[in-house]
């Protein structure tokens, strides 16, 4: 299983990006798909998770800013992020908790992450 992250960048204080983030390889099903955020010499922030059922949490630092979003006939996950602030970069980076079959089994696969850069 692999999953290829895209759509980071360079915006000013205010823009917005739309992080994708698509899974490929043998996959029976994908349950929570999340994205994290890391800054270097921090440790790496959860920031927003959606279920296989459509439920979403964010960190508080993004409420109301940023919205997670799957499309899950792709294996894909989104994040849009408005408002954007300098304090909002980071490399981000999806996770997904993929169901494969033969055996039954479950692992957390990790994107490559994708830099944001937020000027002010």
Do not use: H
């Not at 927003?48 to 459509?54: E, K, Q, R, W």
């Amino acid at each position: 299983v692999q999953l290829q992250a895209s759509g980071g960048g360079l915006v000013q204080a205010g823009g917005s990006l739309r992080l994708s983030c698509a899974a490929s390889g043998s996959i029976l099903s994908i349950d929570d798909m999340d994205w994290y955020r890391q800054v270097p010499g921090e440790q790496r922030e959860l920031v927003a998770v959606i279920t296989n059922g459509g439920s979403t949490n964010y960190v508080d630092s993004v409420k109301g800013r940023f919205t997670i979003s799957r499309d899950s006939a792709k294996n894909t996950v989104y994040l849009q992020m408005n408002s954007l602030k300098p304090e909002d970069t980071a490399v981000y980076y999806c996770k997904m908790g993929v169901i494969q079959m033969r055996p039954i089994r479950r692992n957390d696969y990790w994107g490559q992450g994708t830099q944001v850069t937020v000027s002010s």
